[in-house]
């Protein structure tokens, strides 16, 4: 291994916290955390490696803060990860998501330039390419984003592409297709939907249920981008999907079998606004140049999330007041 020492943003939230794992369970012995630890951020995630990384509680956005900790931590690595992630929630109020994921992450880069990062891959989403109807969006499609949250993550690529430009800096950027797996914070569709079931109610589904999403395990999601950090191309772009698409409603009813519940538990609610109809990647840059694919089918990641869910309902319920708070 070339580098040593990975310094991962946002490690205490969903996809943040499987990549630590990974990199643990595989082998990285330096590891070293940084989150603020929102509502969405909870080390509990992180117990299973707990004494074998170094966490730092603070926000990108201090940039005292984070100047220090790359000074004393020398870090080869970036992950970066911290982000506010919930589209929902940008729609309430697009402040956190601007100073988030817009002006924490330029604080991010100019501390790893300034600190002489040795590579740092910022992770994306697929949502910054907007919606597609029909065919995929390849890396070179244009970035034409909806929501406030997907617009506030396509002005953080911006900025990083401008610093690979202008300062040659040694960025790759990844964008993501929907992830769902272990430990996901249940305001997102499949863990909120099991939380549903869990709580005695109804399973709610925007508008008719018809909107597309690609759903990545989140252990296929990590493996791709460690393969990204370790052989991926500096400069680059990388679409990370897994070619498993389905309609909400259809993913909806496809765990509603996996909890072996009544396929009616579910009802339409009004629609989200200015929701994108469908998501759909094209990865076979990855799959072709650095030979990632994914493991798992959705139907056995529902089976995994849902035998999990069941053995974490203690942690999944106790969301369940913000939760109740957010979609009241
Ligand atoms: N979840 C998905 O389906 C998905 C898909 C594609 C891309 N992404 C991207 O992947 C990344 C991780 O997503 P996730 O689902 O794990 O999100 P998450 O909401 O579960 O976790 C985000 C983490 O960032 C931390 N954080 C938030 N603001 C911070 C700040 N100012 N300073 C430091 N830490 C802060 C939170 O405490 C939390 O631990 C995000 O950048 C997101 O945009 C997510």
């Not at 002489?116 to 070179?140: A, L």
């Not at 709580?199 to 597309?212: A, F, I, R, T």
């Not at 679409?239 to 538990?265: A, H, M, P």
Request: net charge positive; with cysteine.
């Amino acid at each position: 291994m070339q580098f040593k020492r990975i310094l991962v943003t946002g490690g205490a939230g969903f996809i943040g916290s499987a990549f630590v794992r990974f990199l643990l369970n595989s082998g990285h012995h330096a590891v070293i955390v940084i989150d603020k630890l929102t509502y969405a951020g909870d080390l509990a995630r992180l117990e299973e490696v707990k004494g074998k990384y170094k966490f730092y509680k603070a926000n990108i956005c201090d940039k005292t803060k984070i100047d220090s900790i790359l000074k004393r931590e020398k870090t080869d690595i970036i992950a970066h990860f911290a982000a506010e992630s919930h589209v929902d929630r940008s729609i309430n109020d697009a402040t956190p998501f601007i100073d988030t994921n817009v002006k924490g992450t330029q604080i991010l880069l100019d501390a790893s330039r300034k600190n002489k990062v040795g590579k740092f891959i910022h992770i994306s989403t697929d949502e910054v390419y907007g919606e597609i109807p029909n065919g995929k969006f390849s890396e070179t499609s244009p970035i034409r984003p909806n929501s406030p949250y997907a617009a506030s993550k396509a002005a953080a690529d911006l900025l990083v592409q401008s610093y690979i430009r202008t300062y040659k800096f040694p960025a790759i950027i990844i964008r993501p297709s929907n992830n769902y797996g272990l430990w996901q914070y249940p305001e997102k569709l499949i863990p909120l939907a099991i939380l549903r079931i869990l709580d005695g109610s109804k399973v709610p589904v925007y508008g008719k249920g018809l909107n597309v999403r690609e759903w990545l395990y989140v252990e296929d999601c990590v493996a791709g981008i460690l393969k990204i950090m370790n052989k991926g191309k500096i400069g680059e772009v990388y679409n990370l999907g897994s070619t498993q698409e389905g309609r909400n409603i259809d993913t909806v009813k496809l765990l509603l079998k996996t909890l072996g519940v009544s396929q009616k538990r579910f009802e339409f609610v009004k629609d989200r606004l200015g929701h994108d109809i469908r998501y759909s990647l094209n990865s076979n840059k990855l799959r072709q140049k650095l030979s990632w694919k994914p493991e798992t089918k959705l139907a056995q990641g529902l089976r995994f999330t849902v035998a999990w869910s069941l053995k974490h309902k203690v942690w999944l319920k106790s969301k369940l007041k913000d939760i109740n708070r957010l979609y009241r």
